[in-house]
């Protein structure tokens, strides 16, 4: 019997199909469907394909990695110990832990540790002065049986050094002379430390300690610093606290200046100025070291409405500043200034630069603009000026003691030294003082013409006008030697 033409499971006979063969074709379903269902059902344990995984494999254990290093000093070894456990507390051995180190911010491996049967691991890392640089993690890639793992950042603690810091030298220096302190940085235990060292100093009159300079020490933990101190001073040296070292502080060293010249010794009872100056700024320079120049914009505008006002016989233009070094009566040299005439002020220089190298002595110089305004003599105040002892040229005034008479200081030729030890008499009587009346001192007061001090004005050409009437008053001469008299001093016995 031949079969019809073959049928998927499922589809329906042709009509034509004899019945025999549809019983067939229904039992051939039956079967596939059975077969299906047998591949589906799964097998019995110990049974089935050879082929067949069985169970499905076991997630790896969790671990914990711990890492710590011990304390030490930066340049010392601190030990490094990574520890790798199960979740259960149970050590792993033989497990591969890679260290790694970040200097300067970039993280690289260190080394790579084996766990031991206790599941620990250690290396030596030396220590860097830098805490940043001693920063560590580890890290466990894992294993079928361990799960991967990580310690996190871990920053090993340094120890900080005790430093002992010093600064020396001489305790005295001759002013305007240079002077070497000594500087030194140890450990407690005495090795040198070459560390940067902060140097201070506070200035006689100050109260306030000021940075000087930052010295470093060097490989036997010594400095030197050359200072030139123009005042008694005091120094110090500080070193500060890093991330290794503890501060430290060292004792002051007292630094007394000395004044290069003999100070002026006054007669027991002499009277002190009654007006008080500060002292002016230490010389400059060797010597005298004039300066002379036309007015700055400064100083013209602190003379105006003081010592120059409108009206007066001689303009900013015909007048100059000088500046110049002189020896005070302390043996200190300081720096003083006046203001004079174009055509005087080349005599007065010369002659304060021969008094400076003769070492006889100048109480102050100050502009006399520094003494404001007085409505008695139309000018900057001479009282207080003289009061003060201070040698002064130029001022737009009236004579001292008359009114409404031009004093030759108004035309920039006259000159005025130390007068509180040589006193003018005026109308009114003695002043500044009349305790220095007939007393004379060898460097700082005159009653003569051979005097240093008024015989080398002479050389220079600068005349002492009204002798003792006026000690400290002196008028520049012209190219035909004679002084200049504003009108109103002629024949007066003193004009100043």
Known sequence: MELGPSTTAGEPAPPNVPGRARRWQAGAVVLAVVLSLAAAAPATAGEGDPGDPGEPPTEPAPTTLVLDGTRAHAGSVS??????????????????????????????????????????????????????????????????????SSSGRVGVELRKVRTRVTIGGPKRVVDGRTVTLRVRARTAGGDPLAVPVRVQHRLAGTKRWRHFRTIRTGGQGKAELRVRPRVDSRWRARVRATDWLRRDQSRVHRLDNLPPGDPVRLPAGAPRPRVKLPRQARAVGQGANPVITTIPDTVWRSMVGRSWHAGCPVGRSGLRLLRINYWGYDGYRYRGEVVAASGGVGQMSAALAEMYRRKLPIRSM???????????????????????????????????????????????????????????????????????????????????????????????????????????????????????????????????
């Open 366 to 496: 100050y502009r006399v603009d520094r003494f404001g305004w007085s409505r008695r003599l139309q000018g900057a105040d001479d009282y207080r000026s003289m009061a003060a002892g201070n040698t002064s040229a130029f001022n737009c005034r009236h004579v001292v003691g008359r009114p409404g008479v031009r004093s030759p200081h108004s035309y920039g030729r006259s000159l005025d030294v130390n007068p509180w030890e040589n006193p003018y008499r005026a109308s009114h009587g003695w002043t500044p003082n009349s305790w220095w009346v007939g007393r004379s001192h060898p460097r700082v007061a005159w009653r003569s013409r051979s005097h240093p001090v008024v015989a080398l004005m002479s050389r220079h050409g600068l005349r002492w006008t009204y002798g003792t009437s006026d000690s400290h008053h002196f008028d520049a001469t012209g190219s035909s030697g004679r002084v200049f008299v504003p009108r109103g001093c002629a024949g007066a016995e003193t004009c100043k």
């Open 79 to 148: 030990t490094l110990r990574a520890t790798l456990t199960a979740e259960t507390g149970e050590p792993v051995p033989g497990a591969a832990v890679t260290v790694e180190r970040r200097v300067d911010g970039q993280w690289s491996t260190f080394t790579v540790l084996t766990t031991d049967e206790a599941g620990a691991a250690t290396a030596e890392a030396t220590l860097r002065k830098t805490a940043g640089d001693n920063t560590f993690r580890a890290g466990y890639a894992g294993d079928p049986a361990w799960a991967p």
